[in-house]
């Protein structure tokens, strides 16, 4: 392996609710950089969700955020990359999530909007360190721009994979439709993805896929472990990322992330 750029998913591959950073992982991510190789952070959240996970990493390689949407340079707000969905298609996610009555939101660079604040997006905030903008009306009607992301949670994982594979029907050769975790339902435009990201962020350094490692654990980590040359998996990943992995780490509470940069780069 020529390895040159490490690529990290952020919840439940590097972080959790419950432990943060742990100090083993940013000791092996510390070591990482020190041997030249470079770091980046590729989440399905939003830029400046992962902003402080880059700092408490001393991670200065852009971000990969809103799973491969957008790329964009810590230091000097460069945008490497910024791929929304189309307006039509947006509003088409929208209304599907209306006549199934389930809750949605969409993103741009200020945020994430909602209706209004309730149990879920209360539970997404707290999660993700941030709070959503009110628009006071009906979402289909305050959208008018082309978002970066939408995101619909279903009740439970039954319930969201009966919507995934419904919307996977729906928006087929339109958008990008991922399960970032049990209840996530995740619309980006239709070349959006960690794997596309990884590509074009390794040739914005000289490099190609080859010399890349990734390391995730969600749906919508599948691309980027499956088209990098090395991919690994958390023991906690979905079952398609594990099968996509060439190497499979303990779990994201057991320091899994560590262990695999541990064992393949230092």
Same mark, same amino acid.
């Given at each position: ?46 830029? /400046?969700?992962?902003?402080? /996970? ?90 008018? /721009? ?83 040359? /090395? ?36």
């Amino acid at each position: 392996m020529d390895i040159k750029l490490l690529v990290c998913d952020l919840d439940d591959t590097l972080i959790s609710e419950e432990s943060g950073v742990t100090k083993r992982a940013i000791k092996a991510i510390t070591q990482v950089k020190e041997k030249g190789i470079k770091v980046a952070i590729a989440t399905g959240r939003m830029h /400046f969700s992962a902003f402080p /996970f880059a700092k408490i990493m001393d991670i200065i390689e852009p971000i990969i955020s809103y799973n491969g949407a957008l790329i964009k340079n810590i230091e000097s707000d460069e945008v490497i990359l910024h791929l929304p969905v189309k307006y039509d298609y947006a509003i088409e996610v929208l209304q599907m999530a209306k006549d199934n009555d389930k809750f949605v939101q969409y993103y741009s660079d200020k945020g994430y909007y909602v209706t209004q604040h309730c149990k879920q997006s209360d539970l997404y905030g707290k999660r993700t360190g941030t709070r959503a903008n009110e628009t006071g009306v009906e979402l289909i009607k305050s959208l008018d /721009f082309e978002p970066t992301k939408l995101l619909m949670i279903g009740k439970d994982g039954e319930e969201s994979e009966t919507l995934y594979n419904l919307a996977a029907k729906k928006f087929k050769g339109r958008l990008n439709i991922t399960r970032s975790s049990d209840t996530y339902i995740e619309f980006n435009h239709i070349d959006a993805s960690k794997g596309n990201a990884c590509d074009i962020l390794a040739k914005y350094y000289g490099y190609d896929l080859n010399n890349v490692m990734s390391i995730g654990n969600g749906g919508n980590d599948v691309d980027m472990i499956k088209r990098a040359g /090395f991919g690994v998996a958390v023991m906690n990943a979905v079952p398609e990322a594990r099968e996509a992995a060439d190497y499979i780490c303990a779990s994201q509470e057991d320091d899994g992330a560590a262990e695999a940069i541990e064992k393949f780069l230092l």
